[in-house]
């Protein structure tokens, strides 16, 4: 008896490790009111850890097809998820904080702007209330399409994607600089563009890495996040990030780093476990860097 009891405690014991080991790496954020049967994708946490926003292409009760939603934080749990008062009849996605909390930037294609997808900020009131919408102009914007944006920390920069810029072929990353009206003068970020379609991606460690989303085309499998870093000139060292589910034959895209925990990257993908339906958010341990600076400013 004694010695069935040290054995269910044994094997007890490297359940809880196995767990504890899965949970290290990651982990579903808010299941059932985040991550739903339904598609959630690329989702962006407040400065102030308060606020998750993100998108969804088929939950219903949104404005449009694809819609923006946003949760709040009330006992550590996503409560109360909500449609954002800026979606628009039309697409809009990609959403993500400013790192002041001040500005919430998406893309949409409602009518009004250069064409296909554009790029546009909503004011963050001091009440947690969103202000009117406004593109972001032809500094980035083009007849085509531009998703993701992401400013860096100090609002300096700004990287999207885009297939009307011209480029290496398909969607391609840039980067924009602030001007001190607007972002101006978008010019690739130098390593990562090929002929297949580059997408989605978020600097790591003040730009001294990036991961980013690769596929042969967007609208096909697989879509893969790579890990690139910085030789101090351009990203070199490309290779699929090692997060489990960022498998060759499923989607994993929208990395985007949680501004309250700068060591965490929420991450769209469909894990075996925990899955709430299609496309679930993730929170997952950041990926190290071991690269240099250079390469934000060579860009």
Excluded at 155 to 179: E, N, P, Y
Excluded at 228 to 251: K, M, Q, V
Aim: include cysteine.
């Amino acid at each position: 008896m004694k010695y069935r009891q040290m054995m269910a405690a044994v094997a007890a014991s490297l359940l809880c490790a196995a767990a504890a080991a899965q949970l290290a790496e990651y982990g579903i954020e808010g299941m059932g009111v985040v991550s739903t049967r339904d598609n959630e994708v690329r989702a962006s946490v407040s400065p102030d850890g308060q606020r998750i926003v993100w998108g969804s292409t088929d939950r219903g009760g949104g404005a449009g097809g694809w819609d923006l939603w946003q949760a709040s934080l009330r006992d550590k749990r996503w409560t109360t998820p909500r449609p954002l008062p800026v979606n628009s009849p039309a697409n809009d996605f990609d959403p993500v904080f400013s790192a002041d909390g001040r500005w919430l930037y998406f893309f949409s294609n409602r009518p009004g702007g250069r064409g296909g997808d554009d790029l546009y900020r909503a004011p963050v009131r001091a009440d947690g209330s969103f202000g009117a919408p406004e593109n972001l102009g032809g500094g980035v914007n083009s007849a085509g399409d531009e998703w993701a944006p992401l400013p860096s920390h100090d609002g300096r920069w700004l990287l999207f994607a885009s297939d009307g810029l011209g480029g290496a072929g398909r969607h391609d990353l840039f980067v924009a600089r602030w001007d001190g009206r607007t972002f101006v003068d978008p010019q690739p970020v130098p390593g990562i563009n090929t002929a297949a379609d580059e997408f989605d991606a978020a600097w790591l460690d003040g730009g001294k890495a990036i991961v980013f989303a690769r596929s042969q085309g967007v609208e096909s499998q697989p879509v893969r996040l790579y890990l690139a870093h910085c030789d101090g000139r351009t990203y070199s060292d490309i290779a699929p990030w090692a997060l489990s589910f960022n498998s060759a034959e499923g989607n994993t895209l929208g990395p985007v780093v949680d501004a309250s925990r700068p060591g965490e990257v929420l991450v769209t993908g469909s894990a075996r476990a925990p899955k709430a339906g299609k496309l679930d958010i993730y929170r997952a341990l950041a990926p190290a860097s071991h690269g240099k600076p250079g390469c934000l400013a060579a860009s």
